[in-house]
Structures are given as C-alpha cells and as structure tokens.
C-alpha cells in the first residue's frame, strides 16, 4: 500500500518543480473541500483575488503568497 502511495505521490513532481516558489504547504479541508496552498510562512494576505474558476489567489505586498481552491475534489481526474 505504501509503495502505491508513493508512486502515486512521484507523478506530482514535474508539476511541483515547475511551480516557482521554494517551499509550498498544503492543507485539505475535506468538510468544505477546500484545498489552501500556501507558498510563504507566515503569510498574512492583504489582497485576494476569485477568479472564474473558484481559485482565490491571495497576495502580500503584490506578490502571490498561496492560493485556496475551492471544490477541490471536483477537479481530480481518474
């Protein structure tokens, strides 16, 4: 089981060296399926933007610090 886990957790990495921050937290709220991103710790927005899609991307100081995807679980393709 955890040797799948794994592999599973190894097709993510093209994607995560591609994203252009250091460091990248996540936290999965399952009850409201929100999924935050964060890119900087601590973070403290002072802007937010919603796009079209339910994407929040919040800002500090003009400079993209994480972002919350809403209907998280909508989005996984199988």
Known sequence: MAAIE???MLTLVPQLLEIPHSRIWTTY???ADVLY??????SH?????LTDDDIIVRYEEGQIIG??????SKRVTR
């Open 6 to 8: 794994i592999e599973r």
């Open 29 to 31: 709220d399952k009850d």
């Open 37 to 42: 991103v964060n890119f900087k710790k601590p």
């Open 45 to 49: 927005a002072d802007d937010s933007k």
């Open 67 to 72: 972002i919350t995807i809403l209907n998280a």
